[in-house]
């Protein structure tokens, strides 16, 4: 069976499949003269990956789990047709795409693990948590979905004026507060202030929780020029199934994992939140910062989908080069209903 690479959304393995020269027609979508693979030469892969599902009547079907979490076929109608016809070349409990499935309790225990531990940093251990089981899940290794930060990326922060009518802030209050007044953040502990910024100007509006008619002060940063680059973990990747140099079931692990921990990341503050729910994103943060050795992290802002949050944790390695002094001049809020 020829298989084109319009069969999958997978970046690596679409790259994968041009990178062979070879061009066809496809038998699962019908396209033609089009980069396409022989399936067979995918079984090793496919062996790999599937390896990493059990047949369980609490699932959902192997297609729709797959597509859940990777989105790595193009269309359910390719990942059933594909599917079902590795499923018959290769060893596996499997029988269709349509098998009910769940991931196999390793990879189940290592990603859940996060909900355990959360409860464990609020209510029993919060200063010696079990870092040696964490280190034996394998986390200390799942945080290298890292970019480069250079000094000519932009970044923004604002802040809110208590009244109207004041100039803007100058560059130096746009920093963080002295460790004295730092009240703890999603990232952040008590005392230790982070630097928040977000990648786009309107984001931060959103971060800040402006109002109607509000001013603000919006500051402008960047890494410090005598920084070439830092290295962000960054919880935003779309990271691809299809790598043949590591191994599927890390590859799993370690996405799992950083989908949990970036919905955590990404929660906007509520009025009736307590510091206690932030105890296990600043561990987090803290474990990345101590046994990785970026210099921050980034994730999705959930206020404002088209902008990504850059949390910076020495604040001395970036700097504010100018101020705007912005007022808010319209508000779009929206409702849905609580079942």
């Known amino acids: 069976m020829l298989v084109c690479k319009s069969c999958f959304s997978d970046k690596e393995l679409r790259a994968f499949i041009e990178s062979l020269g070879k061009s066809g027609d496809c038998d699962v979508c019908d396209s033609k003269n089009i980069a396409v693979i022989e399936l067979t030469e995918l079984l090793d892969f496919f062996q790999e990956f599937l390896e990493n599902f059990s047949r369980s009547e609490n699932g959902v079907p192997l297609k729709s789990k797959i597509q859940e979490s990777w989105s790595f076929f193009s269309s359910l109608d390719a990942a059933s047709k594909i599917l079902n016809s590795v499923i018959g070349q290769i060893n596996t409990e499997i029988e269709s795409s349509n098998d009910l499935v769940n991931y196999n309790g390793e990879i189940t225990s290592n990603y859940s693990y996060w909900n355990e531990l959360k409860e464990i940093l609020k209510t029993e251990r919060r200063f010696i948590p079990d870092i040696e089981t964490i280190k034996e899940l394998g986390w200390d290794g799942f945080f290298n979905t890292q970019y480069e930060l250079t000094p000519d990326v932009k970044l923004y922060r604002a802040r809110v004026h208590h009244k109207s009518g004041i100039k803007a802030y100058n560059t130096l209050e746009m920093m963080c ?116 050795g970026a210099s921050g992290i980034r994730f999705s802002s959930s206020l404002h989908p088209a902008g990504n949050n850059v949390v910076i944790f020495d604040q001395d390695i970036m700097e504010c080069v100018k101020v705007t002094l912005k007022k808010v001049s319209l508000v779009s809020l929206g409702s849905t209903d609580l079942k």
């Open 177 to 292: 507060p002295p460790p004295s007044l730092t009240k703890g953040g999603r990232a952040n502990p008590s005392g230790i202030p982070f630097l928040y910024l977000s990648d786009n100007p309107d984001t931060v509006l959103y971060e800040v929780r402006a109002s109607y008619l509000d001013e603000l002060s919006i500051g402008e940063f960047h890494l410090i020029s005598e920084k070439n680059a830092i290295r962000i973990v960054d919880f935003t990747e779309d990271t691809p199934l299809f790598q043949p140099d590591q191994k599927i079931e890390t590859t799993i692990k370690s996405r799992l994992l950083r989908d949990l921990i970036s919905r955590d990341l990404s929660k906007p503050m509520r009025r009736y939140d307590t510091e206690v729910d932030y105890i296990p994103t600043q561990f987090i943060c803290e474990f990345i910062k101590t046994f990785t």
